[in-house]
């Protein structure tokens, strides 16, 4: 019998990064059960979860007797240990490029995702326009996808990866909320929400904010 699979999530089920490892284990096809920890109530620093993930943070996924935080390193654990779909392309300098789009959303952009955070598109738009500095950082964001995005491409790497899911999300940071899109950027962006496995995640009931 298989290792069981857990997937500590947040409650409000809005993380981009639970949503990428969620994504990840759909599109591999495997059986997981979710847990959802309340980040407001502070429980990631509760003394249970606090030993179970390295990082404290979510999401984390459990694999046997096996525990592992940060959403990126856990897509390449999924890939690399289950089969079925890949997540990252074969081509080294490919999967390399995939590896680093994911790195950069992860730790570049702040002012977008401060001014348009996740509840923009799993709870209502944001109210105000973006500041000067948004607004540079989304022009950033735009330059970086159209570079990587070949001209009347479906996906940036040929086939589907999971760096297609999360560029599509920060995408939809500004579509979703009304924002000023290059429609080439919005297209793509909205045929990678259509994919069954990201509308899964769209279609969780999250509580109220």
């Avoid at 990064?17 to 599109?27: F, G, P, R, T």
């Avoid at 948004?134 to 996906?155: D, K, M, S, Y």
């Amino acid at each position: 019998m298989p290792d069981p699979l857990r997937l500590h999530v947040d409650a409000q089920f809005a993380s981009p990064y639970a949503m990428s490892v969620y994504v990840a284990l759909n599109e591999k096809q495997l059986d997981f059960h979710i847990s959802p920890v309340d980040l407001g109530a502070l429980e990631h620093r509760a003394a249970g979860f606090s030993r179970l993930s390295l990082t404290q943070r979510v999401p984390t996924l459990v694999h046997g007797d096996f525990a592992l935080s940060e959403s990126s390193a856990i897509t390449e654990y999924i890939d690399e240990t289950f089969a079925g779909t890949a997540l990252y392309p074969s081509e080294p300098r490919a999967r390399a490029r995939a590896r680093q789009l994911q790195a950069w959303l992860r730790s570049d952009l702040m002012p977008v995702r401060q001014e348009r955070s996740t509840e923009v598109i799993f709870y209502a738009p944001a109210g105000a326009p973006l500041s000067a500095a948004a607004h540079r950082a989304a022009q950033t964001l735009f330059q970086v996808a159209q570079a990587l995005l070949p001209e009347g491409a479906e996906n940036l790497f040929g086939d589907w990866s999971i760096a297609d899911v999360d560029l599509a999300l920060m995408l939809n940071r500004l579509v979703m909320n009304g924002d000023a899109v290059p429609q080439r950027l919005a297209s793509y962006a909205d045929r990678q929400w259509q994919r069954p496995s990201v509308q899964r995640w769209v279609a969780l009931e999250r509580p109220p904010r």
